[in-house]
């Protein structure tokens, strides 16, 4: 189930908004400031997020200046000021679409589909990269950066978080991570995924976001 985010402090807006994308299955979240919905919308990954431009906190030009520093989220704005400076200054900013207030409930609904589906077709189509909040793995590269900046790893470290990333929230065990990066054959034992785990995740790791989970007594997954 694809999940929006909608920053918007007009609870009746934001209550119908809601409504209407539930009922055609999105899963969704409200924020009711600029500066709560710019938390929320760097913590999680959501499929699309609906931003005002008035907001309390961060108006929601702010919002997404941050925000295209770290994701590149489809983003819709839906405000009040329509006027051709906002339009234009919204999607300079990064947004990939701008409507205003009155709207229709249908088009929106409609503009969330399409701008849901166009954004998983190219994420599909780039299937030599992984990415994962502000962590992109460029397979063809063999390159691996976070917030933009390149993250130096050893063959097996990336090795490993290439597999991992591969298989997202499916557990491995030790063992198992050993045979796969490691060989059946390899010198050493499964300690060694315990020390390369950690590498790992102290090098990826930025804020909020870890993406190596330990699932005590079973083992590791990424998420």
Request: glycine letters at 8%.
């Amino acid at each position: 189930m694809h999940k929006i985010l909608i920053i918007e402090d007009d609870k009746e807006i934001a209550e119908l908004e809601r409504d209407y994308l539930e009922v055609n299955g999105f899963a969704c979240e409200i924020a009711s400031r600029g500066t709560t919905g710019l938390e929320k919308s760097l913590a999680t990954d959501y499929d699309l997020i609906i931003i005002d431009v008035m907001l309390p906190g961060m108006d929601g030009f702010d919002v997404i200046t941050k925000l295209r520093k770290k994701k590149q989220t489809p983003v819709i704005f839906l405000s009040a000021r329509g006027n051709d400076i906002d339009k234009i200054r919204g999607l300079g900013l990064g947004a990939d679409d701008y409507m205003t207030k009155p709207f229709s409930p249908g088009e929106l609904v409609a503009r969330v589909k399409a701008h849901i589906a166009r954004h998983d077709a190219l994420t599909n189509a780039s299937t030599d990269i992984i990415t994962a909040g502000s962590l992109v793995i460029d397979k063809d590269a063999h390159k691996v950066t976070v917030g933009g900046a390149q993250i130096p790893l050893t063959a097996k470290e990336y090795d490993l978080l290439v597999f991992l990333a591969e298989n997202p929230n499916r557990t491995y065990s030790k063992e198992t991570l050993f045979d796969r990066i490691w060989g059946m054959d390899a010198l050493g034992d499964v300690s060694t995924v315990t020390v390369h785990i950690q590498r790992v995740r102290d090098k990826i790791s930025i804020g909020s976001e870890k993406h190596i989970e330990t699932v005590w007594g079973v083992g590791y997954r990424f998420s």
